[in-house]
């Protein structure tokens, strides 16, 4: 639900689509926005090469003016197929992550005199327009797992026959490497 939210304003559409919300935070005269619904995963950029969307992106977040800055707090979730990097096997995850970010109407200062770095606590919005695709997409690629594992104890796959080791067993036999470390264990150190 995107409306300006009134105290004890009851929460209708919890399903609502999303994808072509776009709020003018700087029109002025409202000072707060409840945004409650979905993105269907057809709206949704390819969040990886390797990532599948298995569901709708949920949206759940509250925009508010302090000192002059818009602040977009709450929740996103979203439902994704990837590869686990151990085995190889695609496994469905459920990343939900809280949102804490604050936004700006206008053009990042530091551009003005010539800096490359930009303020990283503050998200500028030179048309002043807020998209909740835009900012969702952003989100949800922040959560996505760097080293994605099926499980915590996945035992991957063998590195001679290449059998995945959580659904059998083989035959073959791992050489222990020599440490390379090993010869400093017998320094001597004054």
Known sequence: MTEPEKSGAKRTEKRRDLSQVKIELGSGGVDSWKIEGMLPDSSLAELGAECKIKAPGLVDVVITKERGLWRVQGELEISVELPCSRCLAQYTSSLMTNVDRFFAVGQDPALSFGQTEMDTDVMFLEDGEFSVLRFAEEEYILILPMIPLCKEGC?????????????KSCNCIQEEKPNPFAILGKMKID
Not at 155 to 167: I, M, W
């Open 155 to 167: 035992l991957g796959l063998c590195q001679c026959c290449g059998t995945d080791k959580n659904s």
